[in-house]
């Protein structure tokens, strides 16, 4: 059973669920609050050999991200954390990590649980969250909007390679250091033109895919559009790493053309790219003027 | 490193956390919410051969009945679950555990992460609550106090060791299904004359230590006092039984004598055990009339 499918078949089966925002967005909402949490395992989602600081970085990263997808700000961490006996060692650098990532955030960790571990480290962290003015959701784009990304994509994916193996000249850990976008999800959350927002997690096709399947409108991505001089240095397929890469934290989000939201963004130090538009229809297609290919199902599924 | 030590380090090294009751505590307080969380591993916590069903109700029980030692109403759950190949076709149990348990103690499960895992299952609960009219703490007991205990105690071990080989007529997985106080909980948190609770997670003896400690008390427990006709049936030290068996889920609390908060629970369908008094001093004892031993470090230690 897929990730989806299971958290699928458990909102089925969960009363009352509906109410909120709840399992399938990033975060869920309750009261004027956000809350996202993750939990990750040594052997699928990071190496035996990864340093635990690592993991520790980008388990916060990665659910802060959930939160400023929706626009919040997030407040509080609480971590839990199993340890094996072959890595008690690294009990110290996990403290120094999870002082040091809540310090890079400006994040209270509130709480946790730390136990053993029989084989392989567990990281399981709760971020919660103020929710912004308003709540960003992933659907509530409409047709003739524009498309933005904050940032250039594909650079996680390529030092991911380099950690397992591949010979890339880039530090192999660097997609645990990918940042979330703390502050701009929180301009984002109070600007009131944003019509819908999403992490890129799973990679730009698919992350776009549930923008478009929940707003129920196609989304054309224009390959001229796309930044890519940060690839240069490297020999891959630029378009591919760029819209197949996940776990890059950088937001995708929608608004109407005369909003502007790009310039107000400029203005306030935030430079995002506009990478293309939405119409009516369904899917996403990258767009290179002469054809259209579908890529929908580009990116990654966690594990 | 023991567990209380990792959480100590953490709390001197984490910045703020000081500002809540924070780590160490059952639960931590944010704005007018409280929040636990558990992360129990397969192997560690329970066996290769437990059924995860019975993992998800004990899990929900802990955080659950963290919140109720504080005074709190549980609200929301996150769950985070990772599930090893080996136990994949457990899912389905494992989803209609959650909806249950969550029936059970009627919380909204608001979000959650599902994950694979290499070896081992694992489990991770937040629990979120609304904070009652009092936050009870462990520190607030003062001397020539009543101690009271919600229920009998001894079961939850005696299920234990029956799971781990020993033979007793006894449910092998009781101790899994211990519930919270959830309702006695919420009551304590309203009441205003309660000045100290906490639940026996780690045993009495260990657990009325922390009391004694926190609020600078001595804890006598009269063993006269205390309830032993559930352990009748097994051919086991009574005392010993009593006062060292964990995550029973009972709450332990402190009220002065004059406010009979026994007898105002009684009146509103709570039976709970008056098992002893505090006095100026430190540490725990049983005295059974003539003479009084030391239980301070009496129950367990979560690995």
């Given at each position: 059973m897929k990730e989806f499918e299971f958290i699928k078949l458990l909102k089925e089966k969960c009363k009352g669920c509906g109410s909120t925002p709840g399992i399938g967005d990033d975060a869920a909402l309750f009261d004027n609050f956000l809350v996202a949490k993750d939990i990750v395992c040594e052997g699928i989602?990071?190496?035996?050999a990864t340093p635990a600081e690592h993991v520790v970085l980008k388990v916060f990263s990665a659910n802060i991200s959930d939160i400023a997808a929706m626009g919040g700000t997030p407040k509080y961490v609480l971590l839990g954390i199993a340890v094996p006996k072959a890595r008690e060692g690294e009990k110290k650098n996990i403290i120094e990590a999870i002082k040091k990532s809540a310090g890079l955030y400006d994040v209270?960790?509130?709480g946790?649980?730390?136990?053993?571990?029989?084989?392989?480290?567990?990281?399981?962290?709760?971020?919660?969250?103020k929710k912004g003015r308003f709540l960003l959701s992933r659907s509530g784009a409409g047709k003739g909007e524009r498309v933005y990304l904050s940032r250039p994509l594909g650079l996680a994916r390529i030092s991911l390679e380099k950690e397992l193996g591949a010979d890339f000249d880039i530090d192999a850990f660097k997609h645990y250091k990918m940042m979330a976008e703390k502050e701009l999800g929180e301009v984002l959350g109070n600007v009131g033109t944003v019509t819908s927002c999403i992490d890129i997690s799973?990679?730009?096709?698919?992350?776009?895919?549930?923008l478009s399947e929940e707003s129920g409108v196609k989304i054309v991505i224009e390959e001229k559009r796309l930044p890519f001089s940060h690839l240069k240095q490297f020999d891959v397929d630029k378009v591919d790493y760029f819209i197949n890469s996940g776990e890059e934290f950088a937001l995708l989000f929608t608004a109407k053309k005369e909003h502007a939201v790009d310039s107000y963004l400029k203005d306030n130090g935030f430079e995002v790219h506009d990478i293309g538009y939405t119409q009516k229809g369904s899917g996403v297609f990258l767009s290179n003027g002469a054809k259209r290919i579908s890529i929908s199902s580009k990116g990654y599924e966690h594990k």
């Amino acid at each position: 059973m897929k990730e989806f499918e299971f958290i699928k078949l458990l909102k089925e089966k969960c009363k009352g669920c509906g109410s909120t925002p709840g399992i399938g967005d990033d975060a869920a909402l309750f009261d004027n609050f956000l809350v996202a949490k993750d939990i990750v395992c040594e052997g699928i989602h990071f190496l035996k050999a990864t340093p635990a600081e690592h993991v520790v970085l980008k388990v916060f990263s990665a659910n802060i991200s959930d939160i400023a997808a929706m626009g919040g700000t997030p407040k509080y961490v609480l971590l839990g954390i199993a340890v094996p006996k072959a890595r008690e060692g690294e009990k110290k650098n996990i403290i120094e990590a999870i002082k040091k990532s809540a310090g890079l955030y400006d994040v209270e960790v509130i709480g946790g649980d730390t136990a053993s571990a029989s084989n392989d480290l567990f990281v399981s962290l709760t971020v919660i969250g103020k929710k912004g003015r308003f709540l960003l959701s992933r659907s509530g784009a409409g047709k003739g909007e524009r498309v933005y990304l904050s940032r250039p994509l594909g650079l996680a994916r390529i030092s991911l390679e380099k950690e397992l193996g591949a010979d890339f000249d880039i530090d192999a850990f660097k997609h645990y250091k990918m940042m979330a976008e703390k502050e701009l999800g929180e301009v984002l959350g109070n600007v009131g033109t944003v019509t819908s927002c999403i992490d890129i997690s799973d990679g730009l096709g698919r992350d776009a895919s549930h923008l478009s399947e929940e707003s129920g409108v196609k989304i054309v991505i224009e390959e001229k559009r796309l930044p890519f001089s940060h690839l240069k240095q490297f020999d891959v397929d630029k378009v591919d790493y760029f819209i197949n890469s996940g776990e890059e934290f950088a937001l995708l989000f929608t608004a109407k053309k005369e909003h502007a939201v790009d310039s107000y963004l400029k203005d306030n130090g935030f430079e995002v790219h506009d990478i293309g538009y939405t119409q009516k229809g369904s899917g996403v297609f990258l767009s290179n003027g002469a054809k259209r290919i579908s890529i929908s199902s580009k990116g990654y599924e966690h594990k």
